[in-house]
């Protein structure tokens, strides 16, 4: 049986399994017509966690108990407070998650990315646009809040999209641009023929304050002849203090890595909350590390579930215990963790026992103002989105579909930037904040 057969005898025709139900007309509107009644909230670090591949919702955030159009893992509903999860005994660090952290979490269902391609999802639900080139979410918040910081954009996973803003960011991993700047027995060789490629210079630490002097020196003569007041200044003012912000880096060299080296889960989380709490950053990206694409065989999604939660449970103790900076008790009070994936998978398994790529995803949103313990956004019982109020995150049919947009620019909103200005055409998720 073809594919197109299998989802006609379900009920789902092309259009609908791409574009939503037949609420999609209702829902519509013109661009930059919807009232934005949300407000921004105060400025706060963010923490985004990738689980890149797909994952399976009906394993924990979607619940489908007694749906015969969903494959289901074993499992029953266990309730959080007011938050729905499927849970079971096979699968403990899911149930210990939400046990301690419910009250602090909003789940986050129906989000249509309106698309099957890993690239093209991915993007769309980390920047809320379709296009090319536009940054995500972290590397928005951390222009807006970070640009003191030695590096703003902390990009420790490998999925994360800068845009025009790639010169705040700063990589650690397999490339670790950062480690390659801050060591010199790290740096990248100089090509064959390069008149830099004799071995490298060494200054010692006298050569490096007259090094210094000389940067200060030529930086004040320029101010005095152009540089006084407007643009010139300003740039001038840039380039002295980031002198200032290359010294807190250094004195970190040692905690980034290597060079060639992947950072695993928990060694990315424990260096998100030391980057935050030491003034180095103001947003982070993680990958966890799983591939979530379970094409062959879908029980892999437990295992990855239970490593997620897991890293989950740690990272927010982490926060939890760790002092704030910027006027918090601790980094939790003054952090959002955004946890998501691309798209998740398809109601029904496949003839290998797996499950194929599902445009309609679902996400977690953490921490500091977030409106925990409650479900927003919802889905049927084909698991298509359904339109919701994005005041209240309730589904009504006089609502709209929750785009890749409202659902950016309601963690917009939570983290202190106004999403007005990067997703003009989409009303944000306000229902994210508290």
């Given at each position: 049986?073809?594919?197109?057969?299998?989802?006609?005898?379900?009920?789902?025709?092309?259009?609908?399994?791409?574009?939503?139900?037949?609420?999609?007309?209702?829902?519509?509107?013109?661009?930059?017509?919807?009232?934005?009644?949300?407000?921004?909230?105060?400025?706060?670090?963010?923490?985004?966690?990738?689980?890149?591949?797909?994952?399976?919702?009906?394993?924990?955030?979607?619940?489908?108990?007694?749906?015969?159009?969903?494959?289901?893992?074993?499992?029953?509903?266990?309730?959080?407070?007011?938050?729905?999860?499927?849970?079971?005994?096979?699968?403990?660090?899911?149930?210990?998650?939400?046990?301690?952290?419910?009250?602090?979490?909003?789940?986050?269902?129906?989000?249509?990315?309106?698309?099957?391609?890993?690239?093209?999802?991915?993007?769309?639900?980390?920047?809320?646009?379709?296009?090319?080139?536009?940054?995500?979410?972290?590397?928005?918040?951390?222009?807006?809040?970070?640009?003191?910081?030695?590096?703003?954009?902390?990009?420790?996973?490998?999925?994360?999209?800068?845009?025009?803003?790639?010169?705040?960011?700063?990589?650690?991993?397999?490339?670790?641009?950062?480690?390659?700047?801050?060591?010199?027995?790290?740096?990248?060789?100089?090509?064959?023929?390069?008149?830099?490629?004799?071995?490298g210079y060494e200054p010692?630490?006298?050569?490096?304050?007259?090094?210094?002097?000389?940067?200060?020196?030529?930086?004040?003569?320029?101010?005095?002849?152009?540089?006084?007041?407007?643009?010139?200044?300003?740039?001038?003012?840039?380039?002295?203090?980031?002198?200032?912000?290359?010294?807190?880096l250094r004195t970190q060299?040692?905690?980034?890595?290597?060079?060639?080296?992947?950072?695993?889960?928990?060694?990315?989380?424990?260096?998100?909350?030391?980057?935050?709490?030491?003034?180095?950053?103001?947003?982070?990206?993680?990958?966890?590390?799983?591939?979530?694409?379970?094409?062959?065989?879908?029980?892999?999604?437990?295992?990855?579930?239970?490593?997620?939660?897991?890293?989950?449970?740690?990272?927010?103790?982490?926060?939890?215990?760790?002092?704030?900076?910027?006027?918090?008790?601790?980094?939790?009070?003054?952090?959002?963790?955004?946890?998501?994936?691309?798209?998740?998978?398809?109601?029904?398994?496949?003839?290998?026992?797996?499950?194929?790529?599902?445009?309609?995803?679902?996400?977690?949103?953490?921490?500091?103002?977030?409106?925990?313990?409650?479900?927003?956004?919802?889905?049927?019982?084909?698991?298509?989105?359904?339109?919701?109020?994005?005041?209240?995150?309730?589904?009504?049919?006089?609502?709209?579909?929750?785009?890749?947009?409202?659902?950016?620019?309601?963690?917009?909103?939570?983290?202190?930037?106004?999403?007005?200005?990067?997703?003009?055409?989409?009303?944000?998720?306000?229902?994210?904040?508290?």
């Open positions: 049986m073809t594919s197109s057969s299998r989802d006609s005898k379900r009920g789902l025709s092309r259009r609908t399994f791409l574009g939503g139900t037949a609420a999609v007309g209702s829902a519509l509107a013109l661009p930059g017509s919807r009232a934005r009644a949300g407000s921004v909230g105060p400025a706060r670090h963010l923490i985004v966690v990738v689980a890149a591949g797909g994952w399976d919702t009906s394993y924990a955030l979607d619940p489908k108990p007694g749906n015969t159009n969903v494959d289901v893992p074993d499992g029953d509903i266990q309730m959080f407070g007011n938050l729905p999860i499927w849970t079971d005994a096979s699968r403990p660090a899911t149930t210990a998650f939400f046990s301690d952290w419910a009250a602090h979490t909003a789940v986050v269902n129906g989000i249509n990315v309106r698309s099957i391609a890993h690239p093209e999802c991915r993007r769309r639900v980390m920047t809320g646009t379709p296009g090319t080139g536009r940054p995500d979410v972290a590397a928005l918040t951390a222009q807006q809040h970070g640009l003191e910081l030695p590096v703003p954009y902390m990009i420790l996973g490998n999925n994360a999209y800068t845009g025009p803003l790639a010169s705040i960011a700063g990589r650690v991993g397999p490339t670790n641009q950062i480690k390659a700047l801050l060591d010199p027995t790290e740096a990248y060789p100089a090509p064959d023929g390069s008149p830099f490629a004799h071995g010692t630490a006298n050569d490096e304050a007259l090094i210094r002097d000389y940067v200060v020196a030529s930086a004040e003569r320029v101010r005095a002849q152009r540089g006084q007041r407007g643009h010139n200044a300003a740039r001038i003012d840039d380039f002295v203090d980031s002198l200032g912000r290359g010294d807190v060299a040692d905690g980034f890595g290597a060079r060639g080296q992947t950072l695993n889960f928990s060694a990315q989380a424990d260096m998100a909350v030391r980057v935050l709490s030491e003034g180095i950053s103001r947003t982070v990206n993680i990958d966890t590390g799983i591939s979530w694409d379970t094409h062959d065989d879908n029980a892999p999604q437990a295992a990855s579930h239970e490593a997620l939660f897991t890293q989950l449970s740690s990272l927010a103790q982490s926060l939890a215990e760790t002092p704030g900076v910027l006027g918090g008790s601790t980094l939790m009070d003054e952090t959002v963790v955004m946890v998501l994936s691309e798209m998740s998978r398809t109601p029904r398994l496949n003839a290998e026992g797996g499950k194929d790529h599902w445009p309609v995803a679902s996400a977690m949103v953490m921490g500091a103002g977030v409106a925990g313990g409650q479900v927003l956004g919802a889905t049927n019982d084909l698991v298509e989105a359904e339109p919701i109020d994005l005041q209240t995150g309730k589904a009504t049919s006089e609502g709209t579909l929750l785009s890749t947009g409202s659902f950016v620019g309601g963690v917009l909103e939570l983290v202190g930037v106004d999403p007005t200005e990067p997703l003009p055409n989409d009303e944000p998720l306000h229902a994210l904040s508290r």
